[in-house]
């Protein structure tokens, strides 16, 4: 019997067909060619935010230079060291006072990094996450000593 398919590429002519026996074989599926996605994609964001004004390192370390030396250590009394995380992926450590308060530390940020000083954020802390509303509160009573501080856009 002839298929269909054939029948009509034939036109009522005649149809040249090889055929082999494969019924004693069992089925291999062929496998098929990997083509990766050719589309086109969509950046939705981004995993960083963007914050305006960076400036150069030279800049950047001249910057947090000045705002070391803003802060007044009174070696007399006791001293911590508080790491802050900034949202743009950096880093700032700074010697304080007990008797600093968390507002010292907004100061210190927008000092180090000028660009932070039009934008809104809040500093927190790692573990448990606490928003520090109260930036009248000194490093001590805040729990703050030796404490790493985040600092989250708003």
């Known amino acids: 019997e002839v298929p269909a398919e054939l ?5 009522g002519g005649q149809v040249n067909l090889d055929m082999e026996d494969h019924r004693d074989e069992d ?13 086109e994609g969509q950046k939705l964001g981004s995993t960083a935010p963007q914050v305006m004004g960076t400036s150069s390192p030279a800049q950047q370390a ?6 070391s030396s803003a802060i007044v250590i009174d070696e007399s009394e006791p001293v911590t060291n508080i790491q802050i995380r900034l949202a ?18 907004r100061l210190f ?7 932070m000083a039009a934008t809104s954020f809040v500093l927190m802390t790692t573990f448990p996450n606490k928003e520090l509303t109260d930036e009248n509160q000194t490093l001590k ?10 600092q989250r856009l708003t």
């Open 7 to 11: 029948r009509r590429l034939a036109r």
């Open 27 to 39: 089925y291999v599926k062929p496998k098929s060619v990997f083509r990766a996605f050719t589309g």
């Open 62 to 67: 001249e910057n947090e230079a000045k705002a």
């Open 88 to 105: 743009d992926g950096g880093r700032l450590v700074q010697k304080f006072n007990h008797s600093h308060r968390i507002r010292d530390i």
């Open 109 to 115: 940020i927008v000092d180090a990094r000028p660009a």
């Open 141 to 150: 009573e805040a729990n703050l000593l030796n404490a790493v501080i985040v």
